[in-house]
């Protein structure tokens, strides 16, 4: 990460988050396909359970709490949290007001 990106470019899980409202989210066997119709960038989410977390995200007051909701195992959230940072960083997900 770029030490000089302003603070909304960095994820921070303990903040209430939900997918974007220019993104579709197509389920497929090995997870789901995410595409931003902004700026055009296409994600593969290769897990059953990160497309849950995904989905419910705006569900919770935070992406902590809705790793824990969907039961992601302590030992999994840092893989799951960078994850998210991912999506947040492609604009797949954004911070709710």
């Known amino acids: 990460m ?4 302003p603070a909304a470019d960095v994820f ?7 997918r974007a409202r220019s993104v579709a989210l197509r389920p497929e066997p090995f997870g ?3 595409y931003h119709f902004g700026n055009r960038k296409l994600s593969f989410l290769k897990s059953k359970t990160l497309v ?3 989905e ?3 569900d919770h007051p935070s ?3 809705t790793l824990v909701a969907c039961g992601v195992p302590e030992a ?3 893989a799951y949290v960078k994850a998210l940072a991912d999506l947040a960083r492609s604009q797949m997900i954004e911070v709710r007001a």
Request: negative net charge.
């Open 2 to 5: 770029d030490p000089t990106a």
């Open 52 to 54: 849950t977390v995904v």
């Open 63 to 65: 992406a902590d709490a």
């Open 76 to 78: 999994q959230r840092p």
């Open 12 to 18: 921070d899980p303990a903040l209430p988050w939900r």
């Open 32 to 34: 789901a396909l995410v």
């Open 56 to 58: 419910t995200l705006a």
